[in-house]
């Protein structure tokens, strides 16, 4: 088998060149790609950049009013309150209801009050928190994977 050494600067040009070899060759070739040179003569991919370059960066489409301007009523209220001002008690009785009409549609029926979608709304909060790989996985008694809450909270379970 013969030795061939050379240098291409796209892969096409590569394949190209690779497809006049004979089939025998073609099958012990072995093909590195190089980093390009650089003009220093420092061969990474590294950036160079100031690393204690720490001016603060505001991206253009967050608002830049704080909160105490932006919404002043907002400042005093719990957590608790801050969710019922995006999502009133009226919207989780909304929910409520079409939750049981949907069961009834589907031939089951179901007991389902505010309360039952007000757990179900913080399940989802904590799952933005707590991740599992799979939902199901909330409700595993694994040591790894538990989380005590769920299972507490709504079983899995129609009733």
Known sequence: MA???????TL???I?????LPPEDQMNVEMSQ???SCEDGNLT???????NDLDEVMPSDVCV??????????IPLSPVELFYKIMPKEEMAHFAEMTKRYALQKGLTLSVEEEDIEQFFGLILLSGYNC?????????TAADLAV????ATMSRKIS
């Open 65 to 74: 009013l704080p909160l105490p301007t932006l919404a002043p009523e907002l």
């Open 148 to 151: 005590p809450i769920a299972p």
């Open 3 to 9: 030795s061939f050494c050379s240098r291409f600067f």
């Open 12 to 14: 096409e040009s590569a």
């Open 34 to 36: 190089l980093p390009p």
């Open 132 to 140: 599992v790989p799979s939902e199901n996985m909330f409700w595993s």
């Open 16 to 20: 190209d060149y690779l497809e006049t």
């Open 45 to 51: 991919d590294e950036e160079q950049i100031e690393e």
